[in-house]
């Protein structure tokens, strides 16, 4: 056939600027590292350091992880940092006021959690609703329903099984970034390696033709909800371990440095797609930024400040090295072809000749 | 931008005309300190309030108490108290639930006259400036509007019927005092704070000038965490400042509902630090039975109760006003059992006696 | 009758409607265009050919100014030099008008807003909906369009659709002040019955006689034929040929876009006679949104064609086999059980070895921003272990399948949606024959795929079917019907009026039956 | 012709379905009303409530307003709240702090929050970046920016002409509500009669197609951002003097119920679609709805449990509604068919015994 003469091309970025865009908030980090390494020298580079950033924010690694499912899936999931307030709630209140074994309270609290998924399910399969409208409203509703089970700061010994299973360390660092470990392996291995992985990625892509392919579209995104809910219920219990406390309202301003950390690891690694990976690293890469400008003295405005400029400036770099490789590209893809032309347009000739 | 969180200043270095004072002075701490260790009394004798007949002078009045935030329990409870004693007095007194949005004080002050309010009471809110346009309205109509609980003594607000202050530069002292006390006078310190209250100011004054008296060389640094942020940042920020000064002796939590994220803090990095903290939440008291914070001053919110109404009722009649004692104690691990009910649970209002409700309720003719 | 002898570039510059010269347009590596030049001169029916993905659309995008071409590409219009890429504004200061190849409707917005978008762009600070309304139900009116002017575009059926895509486009240059413009339709006729392709063909006429370009994309060579004055061929985004449609014929046509003669795919010959299989698979009793009690079977290495005019019912056939859509009733006897359609899922159809290739290509059948590897073993991952995904092998496998199929470019790892049309189907064609189904559900198998590739993808099916794969193909290209299939079954409103077997499939009987029954 | 011998069939909902699917939030707003009224007398039915729900929040009708603009091309703007939080900021630092004239200050922050949407359409339309990732990412910064400027709550009679323009009375409605109202009609009349707003629409439907159609979409879409933030520093501006104070972190919780009013308002009115008149009722009817129950004496959780229940449920029913017409219409067109098909029976029969 006339249309298969080239032979097979390489079409991904290959090169310089490609590394850079599949390692670029790895590079970022290790620029930052040294940068902070460098201006505060010892006070920064120690292992006390390392434990801070692996420490308390982990539940933002955990948050993250959770809404990427449904975001894989093409679903917004807004409710999540309320369910990881309202199970943080569950669980303290239930251990310390109620005088319920900890262990069950927290099961009590992520079953919560799995519960808020399928209800959330519900209107965004069943009714067809717009996941973004219906978890926002969720969201709002626990929010109510957090305060309404106590509007007072709760904590209490009762908690503490759970806090050494969270802050216990290990090489100076706490148990709970290895949970993240694992739970971010374990999502990897599952969107690498194995077909509800991969179904998610096709429901996330395309609707149409994963349903047209036997998927079932309507399950799947009710799970991926559920995971979420569940995730985030878990994170809402792991946050009762790293405080011990619990408190109305004091999750939900993890919700965007979940959904930064989420969109921020779609640059690297997997450039394009949300991965695990790269969520993961997003989330200690911000933290590692966080905790160096804090040690170096600088006011909590500086946080926001560069958590907003690092995420928007890391999507645009990245969007800004697709676009310059897509060029380089074209100039190599169009050497080649030059060559090629050449032997076509004799043939043609010979064709010409011969009509 | 005026802002700096971490302004380090070794207090002293700008008094230093008090900085001679010896260690012997500290000992004359430690017996200031221990007379909090009891059940606190209110000092009729010292308070300057005139006797009056509350239940005919009151008669028909109808107030409406607005809590800072009913999200805080704190708030909430004393304003719920407010209007428990405003039934015991025999007059009106409503309660208006709110998220502690600006816009929800502002709809409470608009409709106070049309609803026959004649007093409004704003316990622990933002400063009246902020409110300055609904305040002078209601002022304007005849309604009087009383701020409670919300600065020190010796700080004024505007614009507002009368601010009834409250003893936060005296607390500041008799952390710092503990503080020395037991750290010496060399004392590494951190506190926490937040500088959107307006009492911060009266504590932070309060801190600085005690030390810069009595433990010049003590070096004490401010971290400053806005409250609306301290779920993302406070235990952040104080892990960062622990692991930076690793020699932290004390860390004074001015509002000890900030303990919910100090206390892990000083757990997740393995700090030595103590904590002690104001206020009395009974969370927080309960973490002075878990020994995680070493000492806590507790108000009595009944008596900020009683406190405000009296302070309040002369304002309503315009009566003078006067100075209302805050009566503090000091919990530690020797005497917590005192603030724990029968449950052995911690709880507003338990370990601080009846002092204060007797003399108020003699004062105004109900006993 | 222009004088095609006397035209030069020059002459091109100064008085060609349209002249695009060297026009050049890179994707990533691939170079959609290389160079290609085309003029339409006014008053002139031109048509664009050749094979999928050879550049047609992309060269139109670039006309359009939706594509940003390379360096060194020209534009001339009525003789201004313009400036590429082109400037929106462009398009109405000129009178470029187009239906493009997805007919560049809003689905979720109503007939009104979608036939006058562009007055409606136009109008400034006071639309005027009375006015709007009106002069939008008196074009459907004088066009015979019956459809309501506040309905949504996707409650509409696909000739409605393209109807109004191409009334829209015709409405917005006729009668213009200047007497210029052009028309350009890529592909505008796949949608249409042959009533509407003479009504548009009439429209086509009028236009060019009042002076305008029309530029004509088509796989239909007949069409092309009948309609053009001239033709320009491209191949892999070259010119590879230009010649006056009355001094050439069809297969010389064919041979200027393959640039070799055709092979065409050849049934075997022997008569074909229609006995029962052991193994045959029935449908019962089927009755869905337009289908009333229908009942066929197919056998196993057996080419069903399911056909009839839009709105008989036969385009819903895939779709109920597959158990994608809602239906009221009926049954499907396969593998030895009976199974109710109307409670069928494609899950379950899939675990009856049933695969299914839509019509709808960028929307149903494949994810356009997948990688072709990920596309083509969508279907397969049971085989490598479904919690231990085996990604090196399934990558070989997708390579051999991408050569095995010639699909070009020959990348596994590009995008989808990066590829031709024809070379999508190639794909989607591997990724359910590699199953080797039991019952293969085709609609409109070719639409849009060039000549070449149409012939490369009957010798696929045919090779399933060999392997006693059955297949039902419902399609409305009566030409294709008669290639490939062993019987067609003709609807006319929802019920089988009729079904040829063997040398009874002709063309003739086909239009015949689809039209004469109404 | 074949295809066309159908009479033209109605698809939209008409009858008593359509009818309820057009007004129902109206509806709901006016059960509500009537339950308060009964249930609660006099104490809800008065003119102060009146001006209870018109005052204050009329803010959020601002900002539900402002997002509703991109939201209708299409883009989510996620920093509105922030940039509100930074007008509010500004406003009251330099007539405060700064002594600068508040009419000028009030300028300033409106030009901000212009330069704010300047640089989202940078990121969104030049780099081409998701703009729900460039606006949570640019909110948080400037999140940070206002906490540089002041962390402290700032007040003054400074800000006195300004108050009195915002929350001075006419018939004991405050000034503001009637501002908001201006700016809903204005916009009302931008998308039902300009061709500017038809723009907005079809970009929002579908991208490609616009752009096809000659509309210049990365500029309208950059005017849409920039619409959003300038009207978002407008709603700051208002809250500046609604409050006469600024705080850090103000109106950052406004962006939840904004965004809940703006899809609320596309359930009514013109079902499916965002519009200025449904978002602007949705505001008004949520806001009564928790007056009502803070009047009844509910505590505050019950606001969050009503606002969340309200807008899910809502978008629920009306998604329902919606269904159950699309069902009617095709049981009406079977019908038709079926009635068809009995008439050709006839035909064929005369036909067959005439042969
Ligand atoms: N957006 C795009 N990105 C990358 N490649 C593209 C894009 N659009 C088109 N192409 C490539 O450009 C080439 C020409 O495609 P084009 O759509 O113009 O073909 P065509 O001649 O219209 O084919 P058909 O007859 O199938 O419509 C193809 O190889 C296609 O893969
Ligand atoms: N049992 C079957 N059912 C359906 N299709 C089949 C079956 N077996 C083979 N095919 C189709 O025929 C194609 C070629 O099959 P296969 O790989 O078995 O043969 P091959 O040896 O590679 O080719 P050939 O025999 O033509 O040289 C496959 O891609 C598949 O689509
Ligand atoms: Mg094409
Ligand atoms: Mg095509």
Redesign the pocket.
Known sequence: MADNRSAKVNMRGGGVSGFIQKYSVIIAWVIVIAVFAVTSGDLFFNWNTLSLITGTRSVVAILALAVMIPLTAGDYDMSAAYTMTLANMITVYLSIEKGVNVWLSALIAIIAGVAIGFVNGIFVVKIGIDPFIVTMGVGTFLAGITLWISNKTLSGTELAPLQNICIGKIFNIQYIFFYCLILMLVLWYMFERTSIGKKILFIGHGKEVARLSGVKVNKVRWGCLIASSTLSALAGVMYSGVTGSAKSGSCNDFLMPAFAAVFLGTTFIKPGRFNPLGAFISVYFLETGIRGLSLLGFSTYIQNIFYGAALVLAVAISALIKKKNIKADKAKKMEALEAENDRDKKEQKSVKSST | GDSSSSSSSTAGSSEAGSAAESSADVSELQAKLDAYKGLPEFDTAAFEGEAFDAKTAMAGKKWLTIPGTSSNPFNQTICEQICEIAGKVGFICDLLDNQGAAEEHIAGLNSASQKGYSLVDLQAGPTPETLGAQIQECMDAGVKVVTSHLTGYEQEVSPISANMGAGYYDVAQLLSDWVIVNAGTDAKVLVVVSEEITSTLSMENGIKDEFAKYAPDASVDFVNVAIVDWGSKCQSETENYLSAHPDTDYIISIYDSATQYIVPAVKSTGSSAKIVAYNGTPFAVDYVKTGDIEMLLGEDLQTIAYATVDFEMRTALDMPIVEEPTLLRMWTSENVDEALNADGKCEYGIGYGDSAKLAYESLWGLS | MIDYKNIDDNYKMKNAAVFLKNVSMTFGLNKALDGVDLAIMPGEIHGLLGQNGCGKSTLIKVLSGFNHPDKGSELYINGDSVKLPLDPDMLTKYGLSFVHQDLGLVPSLTVLENLRNVQLFQSGMKINWKKEKKAAREILDRYNIKVDVDANIESLNQVDKAMISIVRAVESIKGRADGKGILVLDEPTVFLTKTEVDTLFRLVREVAASGLGVLFVSHDLDEVMEITDIITVLRDGHNCGEAITAETTKDGVIEMILGQKLSSFVKDTEEYEYKEHPDVIKFNNVTGETLRGVSFAVNPGEIVGVTGLVGSGFGEIPYVLFGANEIKGGTMEIHNKTVDLSSYDMKKAVNDNIALIPADRPHKGGIGDLLVEENVMMQVHKKYHPWMLQNRSMRQKAEQ?NE??AVYPNDVRLNFGNLSGGNQQKIL??KW??????L?ILHEPTQGVDVGARQAIYK?ID???????AVVCASSDYDQLVQICDRVIIFVRGKIVDTLVGHEITKERITQLCYNSN
Chains 1, 4 share one sequence.
Do not use: S
């Open positions: 399948l095995k199929y064609l591997a024959l590699q199953e080797r189904p039991d293969l696929h090779k399933a079917v060999k392997h006693g794969t």
